[in-house]
């Protein structure tokens, strides 16, 4: 559209013969507004000759015209405005009686392609409150999403990436099992978190996670409070988990370092050989005969239903 104006103003300043300006290298704003207006006019007479030859007979056009309801009018230099009831305001004259251009138009079109360069690819409403400040074009907004669908810019920024297509569930999920909840259970962290030993004032809060045990069948969760990220803390978390919902049978988790290691530290209690817990608690999870099951490394997806878990929460506690 500029290219367009900076030609025509350069073609009709040479052709002018009359004119004693010189012609200068640039061309100043006034010459180049000029030429649009000229531009507008002509496109005018082609889409809007019959309400433009009635606007200067009668000074008003047929109440048949697809126009009417804008209540057009021609302004100094004759071209169709909207009317409307803004005459009191205070507002700028090209904003209150914006220039009417046709759909069908290649103004219109050249118009909204320069306005979506300017604002650098922005969106569609964006685009209107822009052009709406100046012209009112018939059918904007086709005409604005039909230039944000050809632009290949915008459609390389919003296409979307290819998706794999998911696996199978798990059996646990989709098979029916005991009634216990957290018979088979899912475990994650999420945080950190600021947690506080007592109340009152001068007391210090100190880091820590929310370790989060999920049903694989009831999507039930239960929530406990770790200060590290340390294997023992996680087991400290555990056995108030089995304290509180009873005794679990499988875990499954992601590749954690801490879940990596508190697995070996419940396989070396399993074998009541090394356990660094009472014979009490080894003898417990001996008999419970829990087992871990590891995600592949890297395969956050495969750990869907605790991740929605850790949303949830963090919902919540927002």
């Not at 006019?41 to 030859?53: C, S, V």
């Not at 909840?181 to 880091?207: E, L, N």
């Not at 996670?209 to 978390?237: N, P, Q, R, W």
């Amino acid at each position: 559209m500029d290219r367009a104006r900076h030609v025509h103003t350069a073609c009709s300043n040479k052709g002018n013969k009359n004119s004693i300006k010189q012609i200068t290298q640039f061309l100043n704003s006034k010459e180049l507004q000029n030429t649009l207006n000229q531009i507008i006019k002509i496109d005018q007479t082609i889409d809007y000759k019959e309400e433009m030859t009635d606007l200067k007979e009668k000074n008003k056009i047929k109440l048949r015209s697809k126009h009417v309801e804008l209540s057009p009018y021609l302004d100094d230099i004759g071209l169709l405005r909207v009317g409307g009831r803004l005459q009191s305001s205070r507002l700028v004259g090209e904003i209150k009686n914006t220039i009417i251009l046709s759909q069908t138009s290649h103004l219109s079109w050249l118009l909204v392609n320069d306005a979506h360069i300017k604002l650098l690819h922005g969106g569609y409403a964006m685009m209107m409150n822009y052009l709406r400040s100046r012209y009112w074009i018939v059918g904007l907004k086709q005409l604005v999403k039909k230039c944000g669908r050809q632009c290949v810019t915008c459609t390389r920024h919003k296409s979307l990436t290819t998706q794999p297509q998911m696996g199978n569930l798990p059996e646990v999920r989709v098979n029916p099992g005991p009634p216990q909840p957290f018979k088979c259970s899912g475990v994650d962290y999420a945080g950190p978190i600021q947690i506080r030993t007592s109340k009152g004032r001068g007391h210090r809060s100190y880091k820590g996670y929310i370790c989060l045990f999920i049903c694989m069948k009831t999507k039930a969760v239960h929530l406990e409070a770790v200060s590290d990220l340390t294997s023992s803390g996680f087991l400290s978390a555990f056995r108030r988990f089995t304290s509180r919902r009873g005794k679990c049978a499988e875990i499954w988790s992601d590749n954690g370092l801490n879940f990596v290691e508190a697995a070996r530290e419940l396989a070396l209690m399993l074998n009541q050989t090394k356990s660094d817990f009472g014979r009490e608690v080894a003898e417990l999870l001996a008999n419970d005969g829990t087992s871990w099951h590891f995600i592949p490394p890297r395969a956050p997806n495969f750990g869907g239903l605790w991740e929605a878990g850790i949303k949830s929460v963090k919902t919540h506690l927002a």
